[in-house]
């Protein structure tokens, strides 16, 4: 079999969000099960091509976006292999799939989030914002007609195509995001403070590690404020990750020597980070109406046989099973994250529980080998179909 994996994200040029690694991770897990793998990505050059050449990018915030969505389509469509024998076209959002649609091979979906809700954010004129979201929304309604399956990260995603789009129950199937179990794996406590040593830590030092891009969505300010009621000085939240709310991050955390912001770390590196701590914190919040997917930081986290502390909302309270191999907590509530992070320092026994636990729980469920043949089996189906 031969499969054509595409998307407008390019795990290869970027790797910092879930769905980047999701790409990597499945292609390698394919290609384990002796599957032909073949990508078409997206590159970014395709706008500024458009200016060397002269043509001007509308004025509007709506025009502009519009373009660009038509741009990230054209390349696709320009770039499709018209020959080499694919089986199967598996696309990683609905602008792929919309770009592949006239490809005569049948076509598998998987939706990391929501296109509409998601994108319409980034236009920051309100009334362009209300002009463009049935463009949108239009777009994300095609894209899914061309799909003979979905695959959707978490069962709220699986809930809101049934819903909006009136897509057959019968053709679309949760998968949970996968991780890399070899390289996210546990360490034991003379490593763990090698590590902390090198990082310029005391291993006496209890850290909190946040894998977080710096967005609202993943609800770091609430992180930052609840060390304010974080009694001990040996307790460190270390922030592993860049974006928009930094500066607000930074002026939250100044008063505080405690917290540490490290900035991007390459996901080739993070293992160390996860490693090196005591227990991971994943504070997202529900944002615009949205909420997080599957996290793949909560994942990699659990993998790392660590006490993983998670907001209860979305693909993390579908994950986490409370105080078995994680903990749940109300979202955008600082006081509930401070009384978790010490009660979870001063309880060991807690923590060796949820870190076994959760380490076997990713094992039986979450390797990107087993994902990899759960996809595998989708694609057998819609072929035999």
């Excluded at 031969?2 to 795990?11: A, E, I, M, Q």
């Excluded at 894998?211 to 770091?220: A, D, H, I, S």
């Excluded at 404020?225 to 500066?247: C, F």
């Amino acid at each position: 079999m031969k499969v054509l994996l595409t998307s407008t994200d390019n795990p290869y040029t970027t790797r910092i969000g879930g769905k980047h690694i999701h790409l990597l991770l499945l292609e390698r897990g394919l290609k384990k099960l002796n599957v032909e793998v073949a990508t078409l990505y997206y590159k970014s050059s395709g706008i500024m091509e458009l200016a060397k050449k002269g043509v001007m990018l509308p004025f509007s915030e709506k025009q502009q976006f519009k373009r660009k969505i038509d741009t990230k389509i054209n390349y696709l469509v320009a770039h499709l292999p018209r020959h080499g024998g694919i089986d199967i076209i598996h696309a990683h959002d609905v602008l792929s799939m919309l770009a592949t649609a006239k490809a005569p091979q049948k076509k598998v979906l998987t939706l990391h989030g929501y296109f509409a809700r998601e994108n319409v954010e980034f236009i920051k004129n309100e009334r362009e914002r209300d002009e463009v979201y049935p463009f949108l929304f239009e777009t994300e309604t095609k894209g899914m007609k061309n799909a003979e399956r979905i695959i959707t990260v978490d069962q709220r995603l699986k809930d809101y195509v049934l819903k909006e789009f009136k897509y057959p129950s019968t053709r679309v199937t949760v998968l949970y995001n996968s991780v890399d179990t070899d390289t996210f794996r546990p360490v034991t406590k003379e490593e763990q403070s090698a590590i902390k040593a090198n990082a310029g830590f005391s291993r006496d030092n209890f850290i909190v590690l946040v894998p977080r891009r710096l967005v609202e969505k993943n609800g770091v300010i609430y992180a930052v404020r609840a060390m304010k009621h974080v009694a001990g000085e040996n307790v460190r939240l270390i922030i592993a990750g860049d974006g928009p709310e930094r500066q607000k991050i930074l002026v939250e955390a100044a008063a505080d020597q405690r917290i540490k912001l490290v900035g991007a770390v390459p996901h080739d590196e993070v293992a160390s980070y996860y490693m090196m701590a005591d227990s991971v914190l994943i504070p997202s919040a529900t944002t615009h109406g949205i909420q997080e997917a599957t996290s793949l930081a909560m994942l990699e986290g659990m993998s790392c046989g660590k006490a993983v502390i998670c907001s209860e909302i979305g693909g993390m309270r579908e994950i986490i099973q409370h105080m078995k191999n994680g903990i749940l907590i109300k979202e955008k509530d600082p006081e509930e994250i401070a009384r978790t992070i010490s009660a979870i320092m001063n309880n060991s026994v807690l923590m060796s529980e949820l870190s076994r636990n959760a380490r076997e729980y990713v094992l039986q469920n979450h390797s990107y080998l087993a994902h990899a043949q759960k996809v595998l089996n989708i694609y057998h189906e819609v072929l035999e179909k």
